[in-house]
């Protein structure tokens, strides 16, 4: 039963310089991408540390340089161009959306050198991150190149595909795929599926796909035989998960998420264990990755800090229960 987290965290608090001042200052030309890029490191730093003292086995680098989870990789392919402001799921959050113009293509990594970067600042093991390439797809506006989604989301699925295999070849010995839109589109199950399978084509080390903002319940089957080893749910926003997870196949490792990432009320330590001790009547502990719902980035930066140490509590709980 390991602790980890979803993905993002803030990106500003703490005694690192403020990022987001610095990105202000560089559209305004009083400071240089160089410096703004030693700003992110310092702060990717930060998060790491906090993340490793708050006692997290498995940490992210907190996604401190992506802008948003589709900007990040619309930006390193072609094909894409970037477009205004839209709402994020029902958060009070904003991302600027990617345009589809032509055939998306991929040359070179986007991620690796900030993957490297993390893990050669981490104590802890670090696990890399990939939007999926269906909620991509989804979250883009497709005005050329592509007759539908559906062959968008399997051209995203190559490209991504490509990325993942560098990471691994970076040394990723867990690569996580986030793909909420899946939930809010079961039709397209199909389409999931089969960009899944192209996806994770070639990768020899663990494999995870991420869900969160709902339940899973409409997309479980689809969702349990897909090819990622751990299957990431959502138990803070719904109770249904709990029904889905009662059928979790014996070959899939299970995330947890049971801390609220879109709130600031902390949990107790004795509401964790508990949801690990029923977790643990369906899923054995060997096969459990405690977390959050989701990422953390839009949490005061101590909240979000006191919410893993709060998960790392409860889980040592759970521990000295299944001991005992």
């Not at 800090?305 to 001991?323: D, F, I, P």
């Amino acid at each position: 039963m390991l602790t980890t987290t979803v993905g993002n965290y803030p990106k500003i608090g703490g005694k690192a310089p403020n990022l987001r001042a610095a990105k202000n200052r560089l559209d305004r030309g009083e400071t240089s991408p160089e410096e703004v890029a030693r700003i992110a490191d310092e702060v990717t730093k930060e998060v790491l540390q906090e993340q490793i003292d708050a006692g997290v086995d498995l940490v992210t680098d907190g996604q401190i340089r992506w802008d948003d989870g589709q900007t990040y990789f619309a930006r390193g392919m072609t094909g894409f161009s970037i477009k205004g402001l839209t709402r994020y799921f029902d958060n009070n959050t904003y991302y600027r959306q990617p345009v589809v113009e032509g055939k998306i293509g991929w040359s070179s990594p986007i991620s690796t050198d900030h993957f490297t970067f993390a893990s050669g600042n981490s104590s802890k093991p670090v696990k890399a991150i990939l939007t999926g390439p269906y909620s991509l797809g989804r979250l883009s506006v497709l005005e050329a190149g592509y007759e539908g989604l559906g062959p968008l989301v399997l051209d995203l699925a190559e490209a991504l595909n490509n990325e993942a295999l560098a990471l691994q070849k970076a040394g990723a010995s867990i690569i996580q795929f986030d793909e909420p839109c899946i939930l809010r589109h079961p039709e397209d199950i199909d389409l999931f599926l089969e960009a899944s399978e192209r996806v994770v084509r070639g990768l020899t080390v663990k494999t995870a796909v991420y869900t969160y903002f709902a339940d899973a319940s409409k997309v479980a089957d689809g969702l349990l035989r897909s090819p990622f080893l751990i299957i990431g749910l959502d138990f803070a926003s719904s109770d249904g998960n709990w029904q889905v997870v009662e059928k979790f196949p014996a070959d899939k490792e299970l995330g947890f998420g049971i801390v609220n990432g879109r709130n600031t009320g902390l949990e107790t330590a004795d509401q964790i264990a508990q949801a690990c001790q029923r977790v643990m009547q369906h899923v054995p502990q060997d096969r459990l990755y405690v977390n959050p719902n989701s990422g953390l980035e839009y949490l005061p930066r101590e909240k979000a800090q006191q919410k893993l140490e709060r998960l790392v509590e409860g889980v040592n709980k759970a521990r000295e229960v299944v001991r005992a």
